[in-house]
């Protein structure tokens, strides 16, 4: 009797085990499933806040150019009232570039040198 109870209890054990070992299976599968897809989602996100970066880099950039104009064209819409003469101005701006022609050490004679030599062309000095 004895080995016949012993039959069935281990008969009960393997099925038992086999029935656990299924399903743990079955539940390690679905969650490496997760955790993939998981993943995937991450890397999605990664590249969609690295594509925001650089498009708000751009947009930056492209706006600080933006006011950039806007304040230069403010400044020259200035000068020209302040001075109300055009003529006032171009000598100005030949100035200025005469200036940097010479700070940077050019050899060459800038073209307005040449004309405000051989003219009665004030220059006007800040």
């Known amino acids: ?13 393997k099925r038992f085990e086999l029935i656990c070992d299924k399903k743990s299976k079955a ?7 997760k955790s993939k897809q998981l993943e995937l989602e991450l890397l999605n996100a990664n590249e ?7 498009n ?10 933006s006011f950039m ?6 400044n ?3 000068m020209a009232v302040l ?6 101005l171009n000598i100005i701006n030949e100035e200025k570039q005469r200036q940097y022609y010479k700070h940077k050490g050019s050899f060459y004679e800038y073209p307005a040198d ?12 800040f």
Do not use: F, P, V
């Open 1 to 13: 009797m004895r080995n016949w109870k012993n039959l069935i209890e281990y008969q009960w054990k």
């Open 27 to 33: 539940i390690l599968n679905e969650y490496k499933l």
């Open 48 to 54: 969609e806040i690295n594509r925001l970066r650089m």
């Open 56 to 65: 708000k880099n751009e947009h930056d950039e492209s706006l600080k150019k």
């Open 69 to 74: 104009r806007g304040i230069c064209a403010l």
């Open 76 to 78: 020259m819409e200035a």
């Open 83 to 88: 001075l109300k003469d055009e003529k006032d």
């Open 114 to 125: 040449y004309a405000s030599k051989n003219s009665n062309t004030k220059i006007i000095k």
